[in-house]
């Protein structure tokens, strides 16, 4: 419910307040109800009569849309920037690395990420419509209920069918999304010290930019010595 408008009537005297919204009732926009707060009104007295209008979106507010479309962007643009080429007030060559924003966000993108919203909004629809049953009378009404879900489910589809194989599909074609293929260095270990070499990030042959040192994800922990017993190698040596 986004527009609500409440007052409450009164027979004698006959008189008509309005109710001021966080001052005399609180709204639940979720559950479309509201509750009295202020003490004028709340309990109601015997002949009082509360009047409440409101209008209220079919399915989701602008709110809630705008939620999943900040998921849908978080998620198509993960790991990406956009990365522009200037030149600084000394004369250097620069290489400004800025997040995707829906501001900068290529326009044949766009699509893809109403696509992954729209999956986003009818995930959280057929998670309502999972727990509806079939209904079945002694008299022979049968009222199909769960064919809701699987109509949202076919909606839906999978990695080829439905919106999810469409955004699949473009994703795909413009190597974007969660599932795009990527370059990761391998992490390379030195002899003469058995540590991992420092990696830094490539970067073009005329940035004279700092160095930028990566971190990545190192495996194998679960080989994690846990006894306690202190090695005899010498630390920043080797070992």
Not at 10 to 21: E, G, K, Q, R
Not at 23 to 45: F, K, M, N, Q, W
Request: hydrophobic letters at 35%; glycine letters at 8%.
């Amino acid at each position: 419910m986004t527009e609500v408008a409440a007052k409450v009537t009164s027979v004698d005297p006959p008189t008509t307040v309005d109710l001021v919204a966080d001052t005399d009732y609180v709204l639940d926009s979720h559950e479309g109800r509201i509750v009295l707060i202020s003490p004028a009104c709340s309990p109601l007295h015997h002949g009082q009569t509360l009047i409440v209008r409101g209008v209220a979106q079919g399915l989701f507010t602008d709110a809630d849309l705008g939620t999943y479309i900040g998921d849908a962007m978080q998620q198509h643009t993960y790991g990406r920037s956009l990365t522009t080429r200037y030149r600084d007030e000394r004369g250097f060559l620069r290489y400004r690395h800025e997040p995707i924003t829906l501001a900068n966000l290529p326009a044949v993108e766009e699509p893809l990420v109403v696509y992954l919203a729209a999956i986003n909004c009818l995930w959280t629809l057929a998670t309502d419509a999972a727990t509806d049953i079939d209904i079945s009378t002694a008299e022979g009404t049968f009222v199909p209920r769960t064919q809701r879900y699987r109509q949202l489910m076919q909606h839906i589809g999978d990695a080829t069918n439905g919106l999810q194989g469409r955004y699949n599909t473009l994703a795909q074609q413009l190597n974007v999304g969660l599932g795009r293929i990527e370059m990761f260095t391998l992490r390379r270990v030195s002899r003469t010290t058995n540590r991992l070499v420092p990696v830094f990030k490539e970067r073009e042959y005329d940035d004279s930019s700092m160095p930028q040192r990566l971190l990545p994800p190192i495996d194998g922990q679960e080989y994690a010595d846990e006894s306690g017993v202190p090695s005899p190698a010498y630390p920043g040596l080797w070992g």
